[in-house]
């Protein structure tokens, strides 16, 4: 996943490493998270398969590598696009948690729901916070509906966390 979300990023303008994980951390890591040690390696990558290129670049005394999708990178990435939707298990460790949760008394059981619940309360004001400043952002009529469909990321994580503490709450500490 990580190759597709650095080509996604890099459809947009030529980004910098640093400019690819701070993007990552204001919209996909709600998601999708990945290290600069891992993004490292998977530029290399996509540089060797010909589907993005650097250019060397001194700012500030520091020198720095900018990436640049190519049109075999454009591609790539809208043929991915194109293809079906894969249905993928839920992924959540909190899941892992509740399934063992039995064996504690539910007296311990309460209060580490109750505190799971105040960090998906959390969790969901940040994400309100940032859809905000994410809708206010002007763009381009032509990058418009790029713009909905990021938002509408955002929403899905806010939906869900906001279900996922009501259904904790319903079922655990009513």
């Known amino acids: 996943m990580i190759e597709h979300i650095v080509l ?38 996509l540089e060797k398969q010909g589907l993005i290129e650097s250019q060397e670049e001194t700012v500030s005394g520091r020198n720095r590598k900018r990436y640049t999708l190519t049109e075999a990178g454009r591609q790539h990435f809208m043929d991915w696009l194109q293809q079906d939707i894969e249905l993928e298990k839920v992924k959540d460790n909190s899941l892992l948690k509740l399934f063992f949760l039995g064996h504690l008394p539910l007296e311990k059981v309460q209060p580490l729901i109750a505190r799971y619940c105040e960090h998906l309360e959390q969790q969901t004001q940040m994400l309100k916070i940032l859809h905000d400043q994410t809708r206010h952002i002007p763009v381009p009529e032509h ?18 966390y906001a279900f996922a503490r009501e259904w904790y709450t319903q079922k655990f500490l009513r």
């Open 8 to 45: 996604g990023f890099l459809m947009h303008r030529s980004m910098t490493l640093y400019d690819i994980k701070k993007g990552m951390e204001k919209s996909t890591e709600h998601f999708s998270s990945a290290s600069f040690g891992s993004l490292h390696p998977t530029v290399q990558r």
């Open 143 to 160: 990058l418009e509906r790029i713009k909905q469909h990021q938002l509408a990321t955002l929403e899905f994580g806010m939906d869900y």
